[in-house]
């Protein structure tokens, strides 16, 4: 048994811990519904306003 984790899989925890709050009007998600793609070395996270359509999107880098 190993409590190894990549610094991706901490940076991904970290970032589906986060609390996701629409900065268009303020929506609430308390679920966290970031949609994850991948491509290469570079890991996208989109999250899509239900309430007003506006798009958040973060970059990570590995
Ligand atoms: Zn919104």
Redesign the pocket.
Known sequence: MSAYRSPFERLRAKFEESELE?P????FDGDGGWRVTTSGSRVQYQFV?P????VETRELRL
């Not at 268009?24 to 929506?27: A, M, R």
């Open positions: 629409c268009q009007c303020g929506y306003c309430s007003c359509d506006a």
